[in-house]
């Protein structure tokens, strides 16, 4: 759960911004917290997902779609780089802002 401080900050730095924009800034952030979750290992990945099927009522959903991924050659993955997510987008920053 999002502190209200950091969430009213978050709201306050991407007010300007576009959608797609919004959008991206927020797909990287989820990015961040999925890397942070697996770190903890199985069991917080676990009852994460356990929480959602609960919370929304699509645990069959879920189970069908993990019994899918829980199939993935760790392998080709990995051959693919589809193991990770891709690097983080590099924008420059001009003189005098650093």
Do not use: K, W
């Amino acid at each position: 759960m999002c502190r209200p401080d950091v969430a009213e900050r978050r709201a306050n730095t991407t007010s300007g911004l576009s959608s797609a924009t919004r959008d991206a800034a927020q797909r990287l952030r989820r990015q961040h917290q999925v890397r942070r979750l697996h770190a903890l290992g199985p069991r917080p990945t676990f009852e994460f997902i356990d929480e959602i099927a609960h919370h929304h009522g699509i645990g069959v959903d879920i189970d069908q779609r993990l019994a899918r991924y829980a199939e993935l050659d760790p392998e080709v993955l990995s051959a693919l780089g589809a193991d990770r997510f891709p690097a983080l987008p590099i924008r420059p920053v001009p003189e005098g802002n650093s």
